[in-house]
T-cell receptor, first 108, second 116 residues
Framework: ELKVEQNPLFLSMQEGKNYTIYCNYSTTSDRLYWYRQDPGKSLESLFVLLSNGAVKQEGRLMASLDTKARLSTLHITAAVHDLSATYFCAVSNEKLTFGTGTRLTIIP | DAGVIQSPRHEVTEMGQEVTLRCKPISGHNSLFWYRQTMMRGLELLIYFNNNVPIDDSGMPEDRFSAKMPNASFSTLKIQPSEPRDSAVYFC??????????????FGDGTRLSIL
């Protein structure tokens, strides 16, 4: 059974700082997705990573995938309050399995 | 594009009642997914359809849950009889291809279900 673990589960960080969220998964997959969810809202797709070494960037967020290490990272650069949300990674195997989520709070 | 449309947005009902959640996927998408989100269990895939055919329903918690997709533009998730532990946010998502492998799934706004 595919297991997807994220850490940290909760993260409070100051505006302007950098940080990384980690997503580890237990079985081979070459497709990984990152989603954002605001409180009480739906999930919004951020990145689709389709191959080993894939790196994608959008604004202050950058995601990467290392399929050999079964690891993806979501890096936040110079955080701003608008990035406060819960971030999920999801891994495609026989079906899409979501991680536990990382609740990110940006403090002014 | 209107996106994935779910109804109702909120549902409060008493234990034992039948609950029906509805979903209209994005036009042109041939895969549809039902998820349940709770604080304790996170986001769980219940069932998914490809070209209106159920492919994997192994995530459906028990026989009280059933899902149908009579055509490409409509799906229902039914709980009968409902129990308090079914309280959760239920999301519908759609995508292209089985599991929407190279494209992300698009999520609806969810139905917040409370069973009293």
């Amino acid at each position: 059974e595919l297991k997807v673990e994220q850490n940290p589960l909760f993260l409070s960080m100051q505006e302007g700082k950098n940080y990384t969220i980690y997503c580890n998964y237990s079985t081979t997959s070459d497709r990984l997705y990152w989603y954002r969810q605001d409180p009480g809202k739906s999930l919004e797709s951020l990145f689709v990573l389709l191959s080993n070494g894939a790196v994608k960037q959008e604004g202050r967020l950058m995601a990467s995938l290392d399929t050999k290490a079964r690891l993806s990272t979501l890096h936040i650069t110079a955080a701003v309050h608008d990035l406060s949300a819960t971030y999920f990674c999801a891994v495609s195997n026989e079906k899409l399995t979501f991680g536990t989520g990382t609740r990110l709070t940006i403090i002014p | 594009d209107a996106g994935v449309i779910q109804s109702p947005r909120h549902e409060v009902t008493e234990m034992g009642q039948e609950v029906t959640l509805r979903c209209k996927p994005i036009s042109g998408h041939n895969s549809l997914f039902w998820y349940r989100q709770t604080m304790m269990r996170g986001l769980e895939l219940l069932i998914y359809f490809n070209n209106n055919v159920p492919i994997d329903d192994s995530g459906m918690p028990e026989d009280r849950f059933s899902a149908k997709m009579p055509n490409a533009s409509f799906s229902t998730l039914k709980i009968q009889p409902s129990e308090p532990r079914d309280s959760a946010v239920y999301f519908c998502a759609s995508g292209t291809g089985v599991l929407a492998l190279n494209q992300p799934q698009h999520f609806g706004d969810g139905t917040r279900l409370s069973i009293l």
